[in-house]
């Protein structure tokens, strides 16, 4: 497996490491062009969350390191693996991005210049609601507005996977128990609990026709709780 501390780093701040992290449920059909263009700007780690297809093997040939978690566990604790692998490898930084496609790489660098003026930032990528398809464009769009008014504040778009999250924010989410897709939102809330800096980047809206990984009722009882959870603590200085 390749050795990921001897590729090229970049990070938008001086002598900073930064790593693209994506967390895969069977994507093999998709994983490799999404590391080839992800490596033309950072080092890759693929976390393998439970796959029973080839993904960890296509996403090292195409140059990223791989992290396999058996059974499947769910996109937080894929992610927070991952964030674990970072930060004992000493980054400082991890930009999150799907494995499906989805998000496109080009934007990378976007992100990384977010951080340069953010300082040590949550930085996320604001999709366009309009070029979704119609059910997800309404889910988004009231989930949005939600959770909007649990943290009193405007947040564009509280469920894209595309970020960018510094180390304080990687280590404060390490105690997390959220193990699906709940856990970008808490993240959010962890962020604002401890008074740091959130920024927003634009992205492409990439929908292909591919499934999606959420089922829908599981996914709607999760964010529900988690609102309420936001409204009611997101005041709370962190522990």
Same mark, same amino acid.
């Given at each position: ?13 001086? =002598?900073?490491?930064?790593?693209? !992290? ?25 976390? +393998?969350?439970?796959?029973? +297809? ?42 999150? !991005? ?5 998000? +496109?790489?080009?934007?990378? %660098? ?9 300082? +040590? ?30 943290? *009193? ?10 970020? !960018? ?14 193990? *699906? ?13 401890? =008074? ?19 089922? %829908? ?19 709370? %200085?962190?522990?």
């Amino acid at each position: 497996m390749r050795n990921i501390d001897t590729l090229v780093v970049g990070g938008g701040q001086p =002598g900073s490491r930064v790593l693209a !992290l994506v967390a895969a449920f069977n994507e093999a059909a998709r994983i490799g062009e999404v590391v080839r263009e992800a490596r033309a700007h950072l080092p890759v780690l693929v976390v +393998d969350d439970g796959s029973s +297809d080839a993904t960890a093997a296509e996403a090292e040939a195409a140059g990223a390191s791989v992290l396999i978690q058996r059974p499947n566990q769910g996109k937080g604790a894929a992610l927070r693996a991952g964030f674990r692998w970072a930060l004992e490898r000493g980054f400082d930084a991890v930009v999150t !991005l799907d494995g499906d496609g989805q998000h +496109d790489p080009a934007t990378i %660098p976007a992100f990384l210049a977010a951080r340069a003026v953010a300082g +040590d930032a949550l930085v996320i990528g604001c999709r366009d609601f309009r070029r979704m398809p119609r059910a997800r464009r309404a889910t988004n769009s009231l989930g949005g507005r939600a959770f909007s008014w649990a943290v *009193g504040r405007d947040i564009p778009d509280n469920q894209s996977g595309y970020r !960018l999250i510094d180390r304080r924010l990687m280590v404060a989410l390490l105690a997390s128990r959220e193990t *699906g897709f709940a856990f970008e939102v808490q993240m959010i809330t962890t962020c604002i609990r401890g =008074g740091w800096p959130m920024a927003w980047v634009p992205i492409r809206t990439i929908y292909a026709g591919e499934p999606s990984h959420i089922r %829908p009722f599981a996914h709607l009882a999760s964010f529900v709780r988690v609102v309420r959870e936001a409204r009611r603590t997101v005041r709370l %200085p962190l522990p």
